[in-house]
């Protein structure tokens, strides 16, 4: 479904990914894992358009070299790290600003309302100002937007940063409940035992480069990631 071809990113002298290459199959959540300044979002960022890249990025057959807004209308939606709600704005319209691409108002109607289904709390407070929401609110909102958009795959860029354990909890169960809709899921995420404990395959990114990658549950069991990440010392 998308596919990275040796991916060469630079922020001036920084060569912040270095011949990345992977593979997102269809309808599985696959997880990238590494540490803070690995290159993780620089990588979401160049799916997204955001970025210039050396290399290729394939979606669907097509290689990927538009505007952020055409590559949304191709399918793919990214929720960016920090959450960036529109705070001064009610939760409802920030739900019907992720459709701003989207014609029919009959199926956007039908979509919030799936959205609402999915995260009820939303629903309650949907002419709340996203500004006056806790954290978790805010990272439903931000998840809720990008459905609206109608993704066939979501980029998720840390979602569960700065949340309680139990909210940790409930956002990893809706990443689940998102991918049994349908959706293929790209996830970015530091807190590496609860991504690889969903996802169906990984890969390992440090300093620019995929060190590792395979099966979730044989990455979670790499003495290496059980040291670096998962906090198991030998």
Do not use: W
Request: charged share 25%; aromatic share 6%; hydrophobic share 40%.
């Amino acid at each position: 479904m998308l596919i990275i071809n040796n991916l060469h990113v630079y922020y001036g002298g920084i060569h912040a990914l270095k011949g990345v290459s992977l593979t997102v199959n269809k309808g599985e959540i696959l997880t990238i894992i590494g540490s803070n300044g690995a290159g993780k979002s620089t990588l979401l960022n160049s799916i997204s358009g955001f970025l210039k890249y050396k290399g290729e990025i394939i979606y669907k057959d097509q290689k990927l070299n538009f505007s952020p807004n055409k590559i949304v209308k191709m399918g793919i939606c990214h929720v960016p790290e920090g959450r960036l709600v529109f705070a001064n704005l009610t939760v409802e319209d920030n739900l019907l600003l992720g459709a701003y691409l989207r014609k029919n108002k009959k199926e956007i109607k039908e979509d919030l309302e799936k959205i609402y289904t999915l995260f009820p709390r939303l629903k309650e407070r949907k002419k709340q100002l996203s500004g006056t929401l806790s954290g978790g609110e805010q990272q439903m909102l931000a998840m809720g937007r990008g459905l609206m958009s109608n993704p066939d795959i979501m980029l998720l860029d840390e979602p569960s940063l700065g949340l309680a354990p139990l909210l940790v909890e409930t956002v990893f169960n809706i990443i689940t409940d998102i991918r049994n809709m349908g959706k293929t899921i790209l996830l970015v995420e530091q807190n590496a035992f609860k991504a690889l404990s969903i996802a169906d395959r990984a890969y390992v990114l440090e300093q620019g480069n995929i060190i590792m990658e395979g099966q979730s549950k044989d990455i979670a069991n790499n003495p290496k990631v059980k040291e670096a990440y998962l906090g198991v010392k030998k």
